[in-house]
């Protein structure tokens, strides 16, 4: 069965802290894409990144950067610096398969983070 | 315009009210769907479609019905809601359906069923 548990609820932090969100998943597929995205204030879900699970080079976008680990079937995020601006809650999502509705999201349950000035 | 919109951003309703929710893609997409999001719980995935063939309807509810005349357009019927009908409602769109085509979500529709 797909899952995908984000086990922190809310995160607090002042601004400048480096701060990582945990993601773990569950498939039974070899082949899968793993999800980041962000939810500010305003309601609409950004999409942040994508990784498929042939390709475990951890990632990094400006202050974000993400830790894609097979072994222990995770896919952490890590924001440096964290700005105000980054306040949101952060959803990881899984998506297995090829192609088809068997590749539907499946999303975890968010990450609420509070950047504070 | 650009990226997925949604109208209207909020709605109040009575439970014997009909009313629609609609969203747009401007994206050149060919896959839409609906998500409903309640307090404390997961996105839930309500319906598919897939060039304006529903591919999946994850037992919603017939309150809910969802129209998708072509493939940039999706609206979303409302009749009889419940009060626990109330949530953010959002669209999404992707190239293609499934994996690996990441979904780009529009702002919602903030729903309160009186």
């Known amino acids: 069965a797909q899952k995908v548990t984000q086990a922190q609820t809310e995160i607090s932090v002042v601004e400048k802290e480096d701060v990582t969100l945990d993601c773990v998943y569950e498939?039974?597929?070899?082949?899968?894409?793993l999800f980041w995205y962000k939810q500010p204030p305003s309601g609409e879900l950004v999409f942040l990144i994508r990784?498929?699970?042939?390709?475990?080079q951890n990632e990094i976008s400006g202050r974000y950067s993400w830790n894609f680990q097979k072994s222990t079937s995770s896919f952490n995020f890590t924001i440096t610096a964290s700005q105000v601006v980054d306040s949101a809650v952060y959803f990881c999502?899984?998506?297995?398969?090829?192609?088809?509705?068997?590749?539907?999201?499946?999303f975890g349950k968010g990450t609420k983070l509070s950047v504070k000035p | 315009e650009t990226g997925v919109t949604q109208t209207p951003r909020h709605l109040v309703m009575g439970m014997t009210n009909k009313k629609s929710l609609k969203c747009e893609q401007h994206?050149?997409?060919?896959?839409m769907y609906w998500y409903k999001q309640s307090a404390k719980k997961p996105l839930e995935l309500m319906f598919v479609?897939?060039?304006?063939?529903?591919?999946e309807n994850n037992s919603v509810p017939s309150r809910f019905s969802p129209e998708c005349p072509n493939s940039s357009h999706l609206f979303l019927h409302l009749h009889t809601l419940q009060p626990e009908d109330s949530a953010l409602y959002l669209c999404?769109?992707?190239?293609?359906?499934?994996?690996?085509?990441?979904?780009?979500f529009g702002p919602g529709t903030r729903l309160t069923v009186t």
């Open positions: 999502a899984l998506s297995e398969g090829v192609g088809g509705s068997q590749g539907n999201l499946i």
């Open positions: 999404a769109s992707s190239l293609r359906t499934g994996a690996p085509y990441e979904q780009y």
């Open positions: 479609y897939s060039l304006e063939e529903r591919v």
């Open positions: 990784r498929n699970s042939f390709d475990e």
């Open positions: 498939t039974r597929d070899t082949t899968y894409y």
């Open positions: 994206l050149g997409h060919n896959a």
